[in-house]
C-alpha cells in the first residue's frame, strides 16, 4: 500500500507540473514572448491544452464566466493540493500503522 501512496503523490505532481507550465506558456503566448507559429511551440502548447482540457472543462462550466481570465486552472492547483493534504493526513493507512 506504501507504493500506491506513493504513486499517488507522484501522479499529483505531475499534474501539478503540467499545470504551472500549461500556465506560464499561456502568459509567454500572450505577452508574444513565445510564437505559436513555431513547430515545437505549437506541439508543446497543443499537447498541454490536450492533456488538461479535461480537468479544466467542468470547472469552467461552474465557474462564471470572468471575461479573459481564466480562473480553472488555480481551482484545479487548490483541488491537487487539498488532495495532496489529505492523502498525506491519511498516510498511516496506506502505511498499516
Do not use: F, H, K, T
Given at each position: 500500500m506504501q507504493s500506491l501512496f506513493q504513486i499517488l503523490m507522484?501522479?499529483?505532481?505531475?499534474?501539478?507540473f503540467f499545470i504551472i507550465a500549461h500556465?506560464?506558456?499561456s502568459w509567454l503566448i500572450n505577452f508574444q514572448v513565445?510564437?505559436?507559429?513555431?513547430?515545437?511551440?505549437?506541439?508543446?502548447?497543443?499537447?498541454?491544452?490536450?492533456?488538461?482540457?479535461?480537468?479544466?472543462?467542468?470547472?469552467?462550466q461552474i465557474?462564471?464566466?470572468?471575461?479573459g481570465l481564466d480562473l480553472a486552472p488555480l481551482?484545479?492547483?487548490i483541488g491537487?493540493?487539498?488532495?495532496r493534504i489529505i492523502l498525506a493526513?491519511?498516510?498511516g493507512l496506506f502505511y498499516g500503522y
Open positions: 507522484l501522479l499529483l505532481d505531475v499534474v501539478w500556465v506560464i506558456m513565445l510564437n505559436l507559429r513555431q513547430p515545437i511551440v505549437a506541439q508543446i502548447w497543443d499537447g498541454l491544452n490536450r492533456l488538461l482540457e479535461p480537468l479544466y472543462r467542468p470547472i469552467r465557474l462564471p464566466n470572468m471575461g481551482v484545479v492547483l491537487i493540493y487539498a488532495l493526513n491519511n498516510a
